[in-house]
């Protein structure tokens, strides 16, 4: 099979955790006999600097041409007090609309060798294994009004969160989607209790649940779910909300693996005529300019996301559980970075993951 994919591995330790995803999927595209046609452009403050732009013409032409796009992350410090068009951030937002994909799939799930490596007690981890699916493209991120207008006291800033009927069906259905081949239970998480676009929220789930009878739904309330996450957080299968909820309790989720650096993502939306999703694919962590250029970023998070690529865009389930499988090989065997109290290279562990591929 023909494998097109973009990299933009963007700023900080994107581009060392890139390096060890692409390390990886070369190794099994060489191994399963696929061809890799890999291009590489700029996203992000990487963007900004050779280009004036976070987000160039060119990156975009690529990433529509491209079957799939893996990303490092993005963020840089000098960029800290630039308005929001012309930070780094823009250009993943740009890049997330362009390509539509409006489900970010965000699995968190306890691993044996890492159960100490979280703050949480062990008990408490066992059979930890969910999805956040985050709704992408919406929300508050991209709502208008938005902006800062006025002077004095009465200068005044503005964000929408505003969804319409559409959003959130095709975000429901997927959510249901994935819970009937999982655990068959969906938590929609809302603020219903004071938003409207909470309330609409919980009406159209509660409207699209009856398509998928053999799933379970329950309601909860966001704050709620924040305390959930870490009193009980076996209890939850397919954790679905709207697109900022979803960004703060996904960096919650995390310490539920025991690090950031462990958390892989998917971002998916339109389906090719070919059956392939478009997909974007980027570990949950951010730039971490802190330790950038040391080769001691945990990578996992960017493989586990190139494992997720090969299943959902290329449908190569063998290929994405060889990669699923090495990785927890890795841990069982201490490989592994200063996050998670090992001393193994950014890129040690890397060449570790394709080797117990094999
Ligand atoms: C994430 C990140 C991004 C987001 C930032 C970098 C724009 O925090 O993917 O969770 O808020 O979506
Ligand atoms: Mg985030």
């Known amino acids: 099979m023909q494998l097109k994919v973009l990299a933009l591995p963007g700023d900080g330790i994107g581009t060392e ?12 595209a060489a191994k399963y006999g696929h061809e890799l046609v890999l291009t590489e452009g700029l996203l992000g403050g990487i963007a900004i ?61 306890a691993y044996e060798a890492l159960l100490d490596s979280s ?3 062990n008990h408490l981890l066992a059979g930890v294994d969910m999805i956040i699916v985050r709704e992408l493209t919406g929300g508050l991120y991209y709502g208008t009004p938005r902006g800062i207008t006025g002077e004095g006291e009465e200068e005044r800033g503005t964000n929408t969160m505003t ?71 076996a209890q939850f299968d397919i954790v679905l909300m709207e697109n900022m909820f979803g960004d703060i309790l996904s960096d919650e989720g995390s310490v539920i693996a025991g690090s950031i650096g462990m958390l892989p993502s998917a971002s998916i939306g339109a389906q090719r005529a070919s059956g392939a999703w478009v997909g974007l694919y980027e570990p949950v962590h951010g730039s971490a300019p802190d330790i950038a250029g040391q080769g001691i970023a945990n990578p996992l998070g ?7 690529m090969l299943e959902y865009s290329f ?44």
Not at 82 to 106: F, H, M, Q, S, W
Not at 197 to 204: A, E, G, I, M, P
Not at 315 to 329: K, R
């Open 302 to 308: 960017a493989i586990g996301s190139i494992a997720a």
């Open 163 to 233: 969804y319409t009927r559409g959003e959130i069906k095709r975000i429901t259905r997927m959510a249901f989607n994935l819970a009937g081949k999982r655990k068959k239970k969906v938590t929609s998480v809302d603020k219903s209790n004071v938003l409207e676009t909470s309330q609409l929220w919980r009406k159209v789930v509660v409207e699209v649940a009856p398509e998928f009878p053999a799933v379970k739904l329950e309601h909860m309330l966001v704050d709620n779910c924040a305390m959930q996450l870490v009193l009980k957080p």
């Open 17 to 28: 955790v890139t390096a060890e995803g692409l390390r990886v999927l070369r190794h099994v």
């Open 49 to 109: 600097h050779k280009t004036g732009t976070p987000y160039p013409a060119e990156t975009e032409k690529l990433a529509l041409e491209a079957d799939a796009t893996v990303m490092g992350a993005f963020g840089l410090p000098e960029f800290d007090n630039a308005p929001p068009d012309k930070r780094p951030e823009k250009g993943l937002l740009g890049i997330r609309k362009t390509l539509g994909v409006y489900a970010n799939l965000r699995p968190v799930r």
């Open 119 to 121: 703050p949480l007690k």
């Open 315 to 358: 449908g190569l389930v063998e290929e994405a559980a060889a990669v699923n499988a090495a990785m927890e090989a890795v841990l069982n065997a201490g490989v592994t970075t200063r996050d998670l109290k090992g001393n193994a290279t950014t890129e040690q562990v890397g060449k570790a993951v394709c080797e117990a591929i094999g």
